[in-house]
């Protein structure tokens, strides 16, 4: 398990063969909405564009600790990936995965993503970050591994952007939180 900071970030110094990075984005969506869509461990192809499905494994209830199997489109470099829900903290906005297996090149990658509310511009808007660490394959290089990881999780934010902001659009004056 990757040692983690208290805020839920894995901790910075990687052991050898290791790396590990973060990417950051403002999403122009309030937390809450935004929290709805990374939260659906059970659907990662809404906002992750390079996955086809995903079936879980198991038991369907979302909690940590289950599975999922996640089939990638045609033309990805992978054809499938096993993770397991590390962490759903719902009143925090803390979400974490570990792949466990698969058809890739990946091995011993761990990712935490937070969900921060902000404001831009007067509107409600969210700072989502993703840190991860992973080994890095031989025959590669931190840097050149580093550099893949970021651009493919940089691609999902930007579709979670996306989606989040056509469901705000869509949602119009119901774009509050759920009542508790």
Request: with cysteine; proline share 7%.
């Amino acid at each position: 398990m990757v040692e983690m900071d208290a805020g839920g970030r894995p901790e910075p110094s990687p052991p050898s063969g290791q790396c590990s990075s973060a990417v950051t984005m403002r999403i122009n969506a309030p937390v809450h909405l935004v929290w709805s869509i990374v939260r659906r461990f059970e659907e990662p192809h809404i906002f992750q564009p390079f996955v086809r499905g995903c079936t879980m494994r198991g038991s369907t209830s979302l909690a940590v600790g289950c599975v999922r199997e996640v089939d990638f489109k045609s033309g990805f470099s992978a054809k499938s990936s096993v993770e397991r829900l590390e962490i759903l903290d719902d009143k925090e906005h803390v979400f974490g995965v570990r792949i466990i297996g698969g058809d890739h090149r990946l091995k011993n990658y761990s990712s935490v993503l937070t969900a921060k509310p902000e404001v831009i511009d007067g509107e409600p808007a969210t700072l989502v970050s993703e840190s991860f660490v992973i080994d890095v394959p031989e025959g590669n290089t931190a840097d050149e591994t580093r550099h893949f990881v970021e651009f493919l999780i940089r691609c999902n934010l930007r579709s979670l952007a996306m989606v989040s902001q056509r469901l705000l659009l869509a949602q119009g004056d119901l774009a509050e939180p759920p009542a508790q």
